[in-house]
């Protein structure tokens, strides 16, 4: 195989890092939802580390990674897995907040960088249910 070939076939999963970046990028993120108590409401459990793995898991398969996501818990389906939850578009700034720093933790490629922000922000639009109160 070429060297052009290899590079059209690798995944943005593999350019920005692979496994330790999306493991650092997460658990980045949950460290600020942890200190973000109107936020940390949307978290019902007391030990934030199954989120941690389901939404690490999520994000590797969605960037090209490892399908376990799908394996182990079937299709994505956001919006009905957040339906019992008060998404608001307060709440999805705080996420933005959190997820956008744990980004700038990874030093990415101004490209790479620009391509994660732009999806969380759309992912984190359509979550959005409710409106303020």
Known sequence: MSQAQQEQQETYYDRVGGHET??????EFY???AQDEPLRELY???????AEDRL????EQYWGGPKTYSETRGHPRLR???VDYKVT????DRWLKHMFAAIDT???D???DQQMRGYMSHAANFMINAEDD
């Open 31 to 33: 460290l600020g939802v």
């Open 56 to 59: 690490r898991l999520f994000l």
């Open 80 to 82: 009905m897995r957040h």
């Open 22 to 27: 999306f493991v650092k990028l997460v658990h």
């Open 106 to 108: 990874l030093d990415l």
């Open 110 to 112: 101004p490209i790479d």
């Open 44 to 50: 019902p459990e007391e030990d934030l580390g199954p």
């Open 89 to 92: 578009p307060t709440q999805r």
